[in-house]
Nanobody, 119 residues
Framework: QVQLVESGGGLVQPGGSLRLSCAASGGYFSSAAWYRQVPGAQREWVASRVSGGASNHADSVKGRFTISRDDAKNTVYLQMISLKPEDTGVYLC???????????????WGQGTQVTVSP
């Protein structure tokens, strides 16, 4: 069973930066995405990256957040700059993978990491 470990959250002032990491313990990477969750609101998609290298970002973070992947480390990152208070939330990583080439795609979630943007 592939497991995910997220890290990198914390408290930062407006305008600051953080880098979130999502590391998978195995599997053949298909795609990964970051979401954020705020109490009382729907989970919001932030960014995605697929195995071919293409990535997409939500309009609310475009130009400030960048999703990337380190193949050797089987890790996906979310680099966040120019953070705003409205970026506050729990950031969750969704990882889609195959147990073997050509196998079915499986989806798992990380445990979440808290990001708080406050003066």
């Amino acid at each position: 069973q592939v497991q995910l470990v997220e890290s990198g959250g914390g408290l930062v002032q407006p305008g600051g930066s953080l880098r979130l990491s999502c590391a998978a313990s195995g599997g053949y990477f298909s795609s990964a995405a970051w979401y954020r969750q705020v109490p009382g609101a729907q989970r919001e998609w932030v960014a995605s990256r697929v195995s071919g290298g293409a990535s997409n970002h939500a309009d609310s973070v475009k130009g400030r957040f960048t999703i990337s992947r380190d193949d050797a480390k089987n890790t996906v990152y979310l680099q966040m700059i120019s953070l705003k208070p409205e970026d506050t939330g729990v950031y969750l990583c969704n990882w889609q993978y195959r147990k073997r080439p050509g196998g079915a795609i499986r989806s798992i979630w990380g445990q979440g990491t808290q990001v708080t943007v406050s003066p």
